[in-house]
């Protein structure tokens, strides 16, 4: 069976990998608490592609193999409602917080594979490449941008020289020196996917950096600097921090200290052209925004319904004011649901594939990250004082304090136990360093929203627009002569 099971995806990344952590080298992240938490929540979700009510939802069958359902080059609208529901089944799982489930990923790599033929010489290498991850099973992350250091000037004409280039081609491969950012699940990821982004300039000297290609997250000389974790080290109890414990997918540099990339990996090099139409030429966008926005509504029910419970247990929920701001997560999610419907039913093949407009997403894309930071504000509006008044979940095990915890931590309509447990669960939803990442996520795991921003007002046609209004205004003037 070409899907893994959790057991053995939990094998395969335990295998030594080159990864810093806290001026410290973890090789097994397996066992690591920092990370440990996160690569049983993968494993966890590679196991719900086999569970008998799941099966059939999450994968699909070829040639009498499986394979998981974001792999499929999907052909037709009933194929692309399928793979709606597998991506809001894993999403589910983690109430929309682990973003690059590889359904993200696997997508992405699909419509390249569907768009082969653009790759010229190296179709191949984007093909074979594709089947690889989808006969394995195996789960990517990709690193799009150079580091952080003067973005006034292009990437060849930084006075520090730190950005990911090819520095030698030779007869089995591309050379790779230098840094990209940023690479969520890199340390939960078989593979790393290294694909361009942003303008390359069409001179000799930016060459180096026009390049894609997919290398094993543990290959020599690929090194991941990791941020420090937003695993609590040092908890009282693990029902204290519910979603940090288990949904930190991690990010970090990727640093390639002289890395041979062989040649059936490379799939473009110092094609600038093909760089700089890498999204255009394979529709990667529509796919990915699918995926991302079908988690985008996961995370924004899982909002509501957290609040539903918070105001059920406070007794508020009688309030305009807080009727009120529950009707917004309500908006929210409908908002979200409604972009879905419209860019599946604007679907059309492209390069060989059903695929969604991607104009509805595009346009969520750049008003969710507000969305999302408003709905961490309405839950610790509506938590309030109980967010911070509620202990660890340790004491109810304490024998000094449980008798006093049993008594005064209670809701009106439940127990003490359960009213801690749900404010430590929007604790960690709404202020932990948990949320914070979270919502640096939204606003910039797809790029910069203001560029983008910026792309969608520059690349419009205003023309009729502002014909219309001139012949509203032309016509009413005649009319009054
Ligand atoms: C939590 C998180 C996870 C991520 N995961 C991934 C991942 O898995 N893979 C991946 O490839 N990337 C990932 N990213 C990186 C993401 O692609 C970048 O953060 C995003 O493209 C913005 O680039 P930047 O962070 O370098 O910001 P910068 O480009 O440095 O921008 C910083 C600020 O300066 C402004 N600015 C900078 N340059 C310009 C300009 N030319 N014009 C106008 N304004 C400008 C921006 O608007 C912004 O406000 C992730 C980012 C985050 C925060």
């Known amino acids: 069976m070409a899907i893994r099971t959790g057991q053995q995806y939990l094998e395969a990344i335990a295998k030594p990998r080159d990864i810093r952590i806290d001026g410290e080298k973890v090789t097994n992240v397996v066992e690591d608490p920092r990370f440990s938490g996160g690569a049983q929540t993968m494993a966890e979700i590679f196991d719900l ?11 699909y069958e070829e040639n009498g193999e499986r394979y998981g359902l974001s792999h499929k080059m999907i052909k037709t609208r009933e194929e692309l409602e399928e793979r709606k529901t597998m991506f809001k089944i894993w999403s589910d799982y983690s109430c929309g917080t682990f973003g690059r489930s590889p359904d993200y990923m696997n997508v992405y790599l699909m419509a390249m594979a569907a768009a082969a033929d653009q790759f010229g010489e190296y179709s191949d290498n984007v093909r074979n490449y594709y089947k690889h991850i989808r006969d394995n099973d195996l789960s990517m992350t990709h690193t799009l941008v150079n580091p952080q250091v003067d973005r006034s000037k292009p990437v060849e004409q930084q006075d520090k020289d730190l950005a990911a280039k090819i520095v030698e081609t030779n007869d089995e491969g591309i050379v790779i020196q230098g840094a990209r950012m940023v690479s969520t699940l890199s340390a939960y990821a078989d593979e790393i996917l290294v694909v361009p982004s942003g303008i390359i300039q069409n001179n000799q000297e930016a060459f180096p950096y026009a390049f894609a290609f997919g290398i094993q997250t543990d290959a020599p000389g690929v090194i991941h600097v990791s941020r420090p974790s937003v695993v609590h080290q040092n908890e009282g109890h693990a029902m204290d921090y519910p979603m940090s414990g288990r949904f930190d997918e991690t990010d970090a540099m ?13 799939f473009t090099h110092g094609d ?7 999204y255009k030429r394979t529709n990667i966008g529509a796919h990915i925004l699918d995926q991302s926005t079908v988690r985008s509504l996961a995370k924004a029910e899982f ?14 929920d009688g309030f305009i004011n807080v009727q009120n701001l529950l009707a ?7 908002m979200v649901r409604s972009v879905i419907v419209a860019a599946h039913a604007e679907a059309k093949m492209v390069n060989g594939i059903m695929s969604p407009n991607a104009a509805p997403y595009a346009a969520l894309r750049l008003r969710y990250p507000d969305m999302y930071q408003r709905m961490c504000e309405i839950i610790r509006t509506l938590g309030a004082g109980g967010l911070v008044a509620v202990p660890s979940y340790a004491e109810f095990e304490s024998e000094h304090t449980k008798e006093f915890v049993d008594k005064y931590f209670q809701s009106a309509n439940g127990d003490s136990r359960s009213r801690t447990k749900l404010f430590r669960l929007a604790y960690d939803a709404s202020i932990s360093s948990f949320a914070g990442r979270q919502q640096l996520y939204e606003r910039y795991y797809s790029g910069d929203p203001v560029r ?13 627009g502002m014909a219309r209004i001139w012949e509203f205004l032309d016509e009413y003037e005649k009319s009054l002569s």
């Open 452 to 464: 983008a921003a910026a792309i969608m007002y520059n690349s419009a046609d205003k023309e009729p």
């Open 328 to 334: 917004e997560l309500m908006t929210s999610v409908e």
């Open 49 to 59: 592609q086999h569970r008998e009510d799941l099966i059939d939802k999450m994968t």
């Open 254 to 266: 990727i640093i390639f200290d002289n890395v041979l990339v062989p040649w059936e990996r490379v």
């Open 303 to 316: 909002y509501r319904d957290l609040a539903y419970t918070i105001v059920n247990t406070t007794k508020t």
């Open 272 to 278: 600038v052209t093909m760089c700089n139409e890498f």
